[in-house]
Nanobody
Framework: QLQLVESGGGLVQPGGSLRLSCAAS????????IGWFRQAPGKEREGVSC????????KYADSVKGRFTISRDNAKNTVYLQMNSLKPEDTAVYYC??????????????????WGQGTQVTVSS
């Protein structure tokens, strides 16, 4: 069965950068659409970015466009989220999630069946 583990979170100053990783095990990740989500205290979980199974399609929330970049290395069974120009409002627990896709399709922020445990990102001076 597919398992996901996030890493790379931590404390960073406004304007700084952080790179999150989502490592998969149990199944080859090339069959899965991957999404990054976040949840801040007192707020609902929101989609941040997603990437299709072969990396041909990506999507970003308006709040992170131009600052975040999603990528994947299927040979390493890992998906990344590069976060630049971080703002205090980016503070949240970040989760990666997977959705089985037998063929590559445009990714969306719904329908994910597998979730990681989350990693804390705090942007503060």
């Amino acid at each position: 069965q597919l398992q996901l583990v996030e890493s790379g979170g931590g404390l960073v100053q406004p304007g700084g950068s952080l790179r999150l990783s989502c490592a998969a095990s149990g199944r080859p990740l090339n069959y899965y659409t991957i999404g990054w989500f976040r949840q801040a205290p007192g707020k609902e979980r929101e989609g941040v970015s997603c990437i299709s199974s072969r990396g041909g399609n990506t999507k970003y929330a308006d709040s992170v466009k131009g600052r975040f970049t999603i990528s994947r290395d299927n040979a390493k069974n890992t998906v990344y989220l590069q976060m630049n120009s971080l703002k205090p409002e980016d503070t949240a627990v970040y989760y990666c999630a997977a959705d089985f896709a037998i063929v590559q399709a445009m990714c969306i922020f719904s329908g994910y069946d597998y979730w990681g445990q989350g990693t804390q990102v705090t942007v503060s001076s």
